[in-house]
């Protein structure tokens, strides 16, 4: 017999690891199950608004990702053949002020050991592939492939898109090909040291149907990034990503500025990533079991708030949590729902349609909300 309520979280990525420190912090006895054999610095750049910066400082590492990550004090977007300014957007003092944060952007894989850093010792399981699901009226039983199970209260899935706690719930139906592909390059800034070119902290050249969005990843302002939307035509994606290279890439921005041919010609190497997407979901918990991030409503990642949008979640689940106890997890699910759904929703929305700050616009509700200063909405008004 257990004497303890504990929580499961199925994957150790952001949204996962904010769900971990959050409940954890809460008072909460929570375990997070990774199917990697170990953690690694992966991914590139990331983007962290206000919104997201505020739930850091509930988590206490406000200040430590500030120090880690540039600064812009705009973001521009420019037209991708004559350079022309479509609109500049005030980040940097602007947004402190306004927003009641800073706004950075930063190497994905250092603000995830950042994140990992403040989960409890001894709670995060690598090497943890989920095999198998059993819920009963008391709990939910996890096995996984190295022959190992554990029973638990509730299990979250943070399992991103191919998540295998959504298939639990709702069946197996693979993601959707958007038709883009993002393709993604790594500059060190000396590479650019030759350009006599202003090469702008962070900036977003557009043009009819593709884009390319640019970044510093590092407060030294020594990693350069890009990430790409193109359309492409669908094939058979093995894996996450497949190589690419710069011929491909100047095919793709012909016609560019210069200062976009220059980044082509900078890129040591290039990756190539499928854009995967989902209808809504009918639902986002059952039973034990609920969803948030990826798993729940992935979005392209035009807006730079995919991952902000399941940190958000993970500090909303934990409110929710908080508010019920553990054992009335079914309440607690249907106001994290009712508290989630509108806003993931309309970011989604505006996400997968691509016009975020393309044309001078007020991202105040996005970089302005304070997830902690609402109070809950009634699950009755879902």
């Known amino acids: 017999m257990r004497n303890k309520q504990k929580i499961a979280i199925v994957g150790a990525g952001l949204g996962g690891a904010a769900a971990a420190t959050l ?9 997070i199950y990774e199917q990697a054999p170990e953690f690694s610095r992966i991914g590139a750049g990331i983007h962290m608004g206000p919104n997201i910066m505020k739930i850091f400082r509930r988590m206490g590492i406000e200040q430590k990702l500030s120090d880690m990550g540039s600064h812009p004090d705009f973001w521009f977007s420019r037209d991708g053949a004559s350079g022309d300014y479509l609109s500049r957007i005030p980040l940097g003092e602007f947004a402190r002020k306004e927003y009641g944060a800073a706004y950075i952007t930063v190497h994905r894989g250092d603000l995830h050991a950042l994140q990992m850093s403040t989960i409890a010792p001894g709670t995060v399981h690598f090497n943890k ?6 819920e009963t009226d008391e709990l939910v039983r996890l096995r996984f492939s190295d022959g190992t199970t554990t029973e638990v209260d509730i299990v979250i899935g943070a399992d991103g898109i191919n998540s295998r706690i959504r298939e639990e719930l709702l069946g197996a139906e693979r993601p959707l090909y958007s038709g ?32 390319m969005m640019v970044y510093h990843t590092t407060s ?3 990693e350069y990034y890009y990430v790409t939307g193109v359309p492409h035509p669908a094939w058979d994606f093995q894996g996450s990503f497949v190589d690419s290279s710069r ?40 039973g034990r079991m609920v969803l948030l991030g990826d798993a729940c409503h992935p ?37 994290y729902e009712a508290n989630r759904k509108d806003r993931a929703s309309r970011v989604q929305a505006v996400s997968n349609a691509n016009t975020w700050l393309r044309t001078q616009e007020d ?12 109070p809950l909405k009634s699950e009755v008004a879902a």
């Open 247 to 286: 011929d491909e890439m100047y095919d793709a921005f012909q016609g560019y500025h210069p200062t976009v041919q220059a980044l082509i010609e900078s890129s040591e190497s290039v990756t190539k990533w499928p854009l995967l997407n989902r209808n809504p979901l009918p639902l986002w918990s059952r």
């Open 23 to 31: 409940l954890q912090k809460a008072g909460f006895e929570v375990d």
């Open 220 to 222: 030294k302002r020594d």
């Open 299 to 335: 979005m392209k990642p035009h807006m730079a708030q995919g991952a902000g949008m399941a940190i958000e979640d993970a500090a909303m689940l934990t409110r929710c949590l908080q508010e019920t106890g553990l054992t009335d997890y079914r309440t607690a699910f249907k106001l």
């Open 363 to 374: 991202p105040a509700w996005v970089y302005g909300y304070d997830l902690y200063s609402h």
């Open 129 to 134: 592939r989920l095999t198998g699901i059993e």
């Open 180 to 211: 883009w592909v993002a393709h993604r390059a790594l500059i060190r800034s000396e590479a650019l040291a030759k350009y006599d070119m202003d090469f702008e902290n962070c900036v977003k050249w557009w043009s009819e149907d593709r884009h």
